[in-house]
């Protein structure tokens, strides 16, 4: 469910799926002090609409660790990874951002890290939207579809 944070700048969303479910404001404001279980209940499913909403906008994840990158593209019906870890000793962190700055310069060498490529695909096992969500609660990232596709263009 989201947070009061979270709700806040959806505010007249909210305030629109209340009167399409002809909930005025005196309604909501007795539900919410007389009968908290409803409320919750109503606060859930307007919370899931919106996560519903967001994750099919999604389409490009990330997750990375101090030794790896992994990105995703979450298409319709399958999802595609493309990756690498770091194997070099003493390696900077790619958590670090000075560390593409290094790449980029030039100080640091790419293949002085020793990177492993690795790249799958697969159908999804249950739906789009729950394998996404389920990324995400386990720490992927949204990205953009340019860190993806550079991400893959390093795999030959």
Not at 16 to 42: V, Y
Not at 54 to 75: A, M, Q, T, W
Not at 123 to 131: A, H, I, Q
């Amino acid at each position: 469910m989201l947070s009061a944070k979270e709700l806040e700048p959806l505010k007249k969303d909210f305030i629109k799926f209340l009167a399409a479910n002809s909930i005025t404001g005196d309604d909501w404001r007795e539900l919410k002090s007389k009968q908290s279980e409803e409320a919750n209940r109503i606060l859930k499913i307007f919370s899931d609409i919106v996560w519903e909403k967001s994750i099919k906008k999604i389409r490009f994840l990330e997750h990375r660790d101090h030794k790896y990158i992994k990105v995703f593209n979450c298409g319709d019906k399958k999802i595609s990874l493309a990756g690498f870890s770091i194997n070099s000793k003493n390696t900077p962190s790619l958590m670090d951002p000075k560390t593409f700055e290094r790449l980029g310069s030039g100080e640091l060498i790419f293949s002085s890290l020793k990177p492993e490529f690795y790249k799958s695909g697969k159908e999804y096992t249950t739906t789009r939207s729950s394998e996404v969500y389920r990324m995400i609660e386990s720490g992927c990232l949204p990205c953009e579809k340019s860190f993806y596709y550079g991400i893959k263009s390093l795999i030959t």
